[in-house]
C-alpha cells in the first residue's frame, strides 16, 4: 500500500454526498439527515504522489493500484462489485 495523504473535499465533496444520499429509501435519507446535522468536513485519502485534482474526480477511481485488479469483481447484472483496498 502506498503512502496517502489528507484532501479536504469542501463544499464539492458534501455536494456529492448528500447528492447520493438523495436515493429516497429510508437508510439514505437517515443517513442524509445524519450528514447535515453533523459538524465536519468532507475529505478523502489520496496517494501522496497524486495530484489534489483527483481527489476531485468522484466517478473515476482508480487511485490505488490494487483496486484495479477486476478478477475479483462480482457480477451483479447492471454492474459489478468488488472489494477494495483502502
Known sequence: MRDTRRVSLGQTGLDFVLEHLSAGNV??????????????????CIPTDAPDETAFAFEAGGLLPENLDFSRATDIGDGFILPVAS
Open 27 to 44: 437508510l439514505s435519507d437517515e443517513l442524509r439527515l445524519h450528514v447535515l446535522a453533523t459538524p465536519g468536513e468532507a475529505w478523502t
